[in-house]
């Protein structure tokens, strides 16, 4: 069976599953990296919020859903996962002065988002993009993200600086950083044993790994971005720092007395960005060097 049957096949069955009162339509969705999915978005009349399921990922695994009758059982368990019976005031999303408060950045590719970034404000930083979003709380089961796009700012009559600056003031009250070893949080997802003590210390002094990302675990790799915070993680580490990108939602450091390994760690990161991320957690290839005497951060070279 070719995709587009596929894709008619399960409409047609989620039509018939969720009733006549339920309004379905395959949407292509842009996302990270320049990828596009086939969205399955469901509106109840009940909320004008209207969950999306990929339906890519069905099609391109028939061992773990081998037949429709599979496929729209997991659809139909992950709408009712992800609905509410809520609906959002359409008046907030217009007004600014209640939506810049859930405003919040986040950083993506530039070279791989070209084409999204046509149609989003957006902030160039090194190799990266900062671009905006809103962050909702709308269900029990998590928050909501909305990317902002050009449209919005016109709705708004705001620029992209204000944009920028607002976003600096309130994402780290929205998602403040959480910075750990990474000793401590594999101890703690079981895939090294417990250290404490002087075996804690010698495992961390061997490996001087450090995990930076946010409180919610979304985009955090953003917090590289808050102000004072590297200064502050250099200072406290007593080094210049090596920032290697290990996905869009979090950031490994290392310590560094210079630049020496860079090559090797970006060949590191090229390689697990090949094999061991899907394409639209990707963020760089590049190794980043925050310097403390200079307080700036720049890509080795």
Excluded at 32 to 55: A, E, R
Excluded at 133 to 162: P, R
């Amino acid at each position: 069976m070719n995709y587009e049957t596929f894709k008619n096949t399960i409409l047609e069955r989620m039509q018939l599953l969720l009733g006549p009162d339920t309004a379905l339509r395959i949407q292509t969705i842009h996302k990270n990296n320049g990828l596009k999915l086939d969205g399955l978005v469901i509106s109840s009349p009940n909320s004008n919020l209207s969950p999306t399921v990929f339906l890519n990922y069905y099609y391109e695994n028939p061992s773990v859903f081998p037949d429709f009758d599979a496929i729209c059982r997991d659809i139909q368990r992950t709408y009712e996962q992800n609905c509410s019976a809520e609906s959002m005031d359409a008046d907030f999303f217009t007004d600014y002065e209640l939506i810049r408060r859930h405003i919040a950045y986040r950083m993506i590719n530039y070279e791989k988002n070209k084409e999204l970034l046509e149609t989003v404000p957006y902030v160039r930083y090194l190799d990266l993009a900062i671009v905006f979003y809103c962050l909702l709380h709308l269900t029990e089961n998590g928050n909501a993200t909305i990317l902002i796009h050009k449209n919005h700012l016109d709705l708004w009559q705001v620029t992209v600086s204000q944009l920028y600056e607002q976003a600096c003031q309130t994402t780290p009250l929205l998602l403040p950083y959480d910075f750990r070893n990474m000793t401590a949080i594999l101890s703690d997802m079981g895939d090294a044993a417990p250290a404490s003590g002087q075996n804690q210390a010698d495992a961390a002094s061997f490996c001087p790994m450090y995990v930076l990302t946010n409180n919610q675990k979304l985009y955090g790799a953003g917090c590289m971005l808050y102000p004072g915070l590297l200064e502050s993680i250099s200072e406290k580490l007593d080094h210049d720092l090596f920032l290697l990108p290990s996905s869009i939602h979090e950031m490994i450091l290392l310590p560094a007395d210079n630049r020496a390994y860079s090559a090797e760690l970006a060949d590191m990161v090229a390689q697990i960005n090949r094999t061991e991320l899907a394409a639209e957690e990707v963020l760089s290839d590049q190794v980043y060097y925050y310097s403390r005497a200079q307080q700036a951060l720049s890509i080795c070279s």
